[in-house]
């Protein structure tokens, strides 16, 4: 399964970190929070991608009975976290203190992204990652319905 699921997560988290560079860049003159979260993004869907090959290594040396291979791929395994708190929390705190600064979201909803990212930078960062695909959802919904100023025709 983490081989069909992990890949298409990737894949279409870069095309939401995308829109979110473009989206924070527009307004108020971009402050460098569109790249940041990029770059959250692309770490996030990397980890991903990396998630999905160690899950599956993790079962091909348990067909083949290698369980010391089992033993360190799931040694990797358990700190994958840090990847991805870390791209998170780069991703929603740019683009909360982004959105604060151009008014690409409400601001309750910038708010709210800023504080979940900064709870990934810290022991209730558990909490955070929780949050994080309703966040995504939210998110991209927003974004989907409301207009980008600069795909309006002059």
């Known amino acids: 399964m983490a081989l069909l699921v992990a890949p298409l997560i990737a894949f279409l988290l870069l095309f939401f970190g995308a829109g979110l560079r473009r989206r924070l860049a527009q307004g108020s003159g971009d402050a460098g929070h569109g790249l940041v979260a990029f770059a959250g993004a692309l770490l996030g869907a990397v980890t991903f991608a990396l998630v999905g090959m160690l899950e599956a290594a993790m079962t091909n040396s348990a067909h083949e009975g290698q369980r010391d291979a089992v ?33 690409m979201l ?28 309703v966040w995504l959802i939210a998110v991209g919904l927003w974004l989907s319905l409301t207009r980008d100023p600069r795909s309006a025709p002059v």
């Open 71 to 103: 033993y360190t791929l799931n040694q990797l395994h358990s700190y994958d976290w840090l990847g991805w708190n870390a791209a998170f929390a780069a991703m929603l705190l740019a683009t909360g203190l982004g959105a604060r600064r151009n008014g």
């Open 106 to 133: 409400p601001t309750p909803l910038s708010w709210l992204t800023i504080v979940i990212g900064a709870s990934l930078l810290t022991p209730i960062g558990f909490f955070g990652f929780i949050l994080v695909p």
